[in-house]
């Protein structure tokens, strides 16, 4: 990569030839800086002719102390471009880390293994190595927030909302993404749901000792939780596309 200090003192010394703008990649304008010091050395002899050789000196000195003051950000864009972008690409293609022979593998395996079972529909083995991520690091708050997931799409509610409980205690960030997952659909269609967010999205263990178990069978008047449903989606608890879903599916437990 250029040096931006070594640029400067080309700029300084021999900037008179445009050295500076060879180094710097810019050749066009390394030949205009040296074709204007030719043209100029050849006019000294001419009488009368202005002294076009310091043209490349003044702009040489200017260059050397926009150089040496300009932030080392904006030159790595400028001119490190290239490099800079090539050193992104490789380390976006670093291989994952490899698990140990001992069959002790790395956390960030296990978060990867369980991301991939989670897209490919297997929530209980997407659980099962999300588990595996919290024995090593049991205050990671994604990895909780992940296991709700799985456990939500399950319809397994009471873990699901004792992982989002300890996933917001444990720091997690992004508290809108409990009212807009895909995954936490369920959950929200679920009474106790506006009190475990009233609640600062803390879910209390004896409170869900007293609540229904999960899995319960719906309530016999189809049309009345069709309404609730119908609420759920008028506050933005739901969209459109969470409401059919329900709806079709309390339909069909007929």
């Not at 300890?166 to 659909?185: N, P």
């Not at 609420?231 to 596309?241: A, M, W």
Request: glycine share 6%; hydrophobic share 45%.
């Amino acid at each position: 990569m250029r040096n931006k200090y070594v640029a400067a003192i080309l700029a300084f010394f021999l900037g008179i030839f445009g050295v500076h703008r060879f180094y710097l990649g810019q050749r066009f304008l390394g030949m205009l800086y040296f074709l204007f010091f030719v043209f100029g050395f050849v006019a000294m002899d001419a009488p009368g002719a202005p002294p076009f050789i310091a043209i490349p000196a003044i702009l040489g000195f200017i260059d050397s102390v926009l150089l040496a003051v300009m932030p080392q950000q904006n030159f790595d864009e400028r001119y490190n471009r290239k490099w800079i972008r090539l050193e992104q690409q490789s380390t976006a293609s670093a291989p994952e880390p490899y698990a140990l022979p001992s069959g002790n593998e790395t956390v960030s395996a296990y978060k990867r293994k369980g991301v991939e079972k989670f897209r490919a529909y297997d929530f209980e083995g997407a659980i099962a190595e999300f588990q595996q991520v919290l024995r090593m690091q049991p205050n990671d708050a994604a990895t909780h927030f992940n296991i709700a997931c799985c456990y939500a799409v399950l319809e397994r509610k009471s873990l699901a909302f004792q992982h989002l409980s300890m996933a917001v205690t444990y720091g997690f960030g992004h508290l809108e993404k409990i009212g807009t997952h895909d995954a936490l659909a369920y959950l929200r269609t679920q009474p106790e749901y506006a009190d475990f967010v009233a609640n600062g999205y803390q879910y209390e263990l004896n409170q869900a000792n007293t609540l229904p178990p999960d899995n319960t069978a719906p309530v016999n008047d189809l049309l009345d939780q069709i309404i609730k449903l119908g609420e759920l989606r008028d506050r933005g608890i739901l969209t459109e596309e969470e409401f059919a879903r329900h709806k079709e599916k309390i339909l069909s437990q007929r």
